[in-house]
């Protein structure tokens, strides 16, 4: 052999099978890791749906909850046109009660494309849960905690209680005075 040739390695059988384990181990290593990554991407893909799809519940609850808010605001202005219809028009003025009488139907028919429906609560048993009761007064002619003028009428979305009527409720009992004048 000559010696300023450095050793070259021998195309021997031995050399091809160590040749052919390296390749094998690093072939079995690649694999290891697209695994790797493809489990990362999996996660990475799962986790932005997970935040799309809270981001869509929050946005719809921020919204629905924007919307609720507005309908409370507006109620008191369907209240204020209820009451001048109750009132009545001076005399003269048809065409006034008439602008009234359509812009609170109209408005009455906002609430209900969103679900929102009025109360009817006169002569109805008083309920806490729909009802709040800001004063008694005694009517023979209705039965006792039995519903006898609402002074704010009360909406509801379904059967959830939406706004709570104002009501006054009739007494158990009639006043004293009225007791002793049998």
Do not use: C
């Not at 921020?62 to 507006?74: N, P, V």
């Not at 001076?90 to 109360?119: C, D, K, N, Y």
């Not at 009428?153 to 009501?167: I, L, S, T």
């Not at 009739?170 to 007791?179: E, G, I, V, W």
């Amino acid at each position: 052999m000559n010696p300023e040739l450095p050793n070259q390695p021998s195309a021997g059988p031995e050399n091809d099978a160590s040749t052919v384990e390296v390749a094998a181990t690093e072939s079995d290593s690649i694999r290891q890791q697209l695994a790797e990554q493809k489990d990362v991407n999996l996660h990475l893909t799962a986790d932005f749906e997970d935040f799309k799809r809270r981001s869509r519940q929050e946005s719809e609850v921020r919204a629905a909850a924007q919307k609720e808010s507005f309908i409370h605001e507006l109620l008191p202005a369907i209240d204020n046109l209820e009451r001048a219809l109750a009132v009545g028009a001076a005399p003269g003025s048809p065409e006034l009660r008439q602008g009234v009488e359509m812009t609170f139907w109209q408005l009455r028919r906002l609430l209900h494309q969103h679900g929102i429906e009025p109360e009817e609560s006169v002569g109805q048993p008083f309920d806490p849960h729909r009802h709040e009761a800001v004063s008694q007064r005694y009517d023979a002619a209705h039965p006792a905690h039995a519903i006898i003028e609402v002074l704010q009428r009360g909406y509801r979305r379904g059967e959830k209680v939406f706004r709570p009527a104002k009501v006054v409720v009739n007494k158990l009992t009639p006043p004293k005075h009225a007791r002793h004048a049998h």
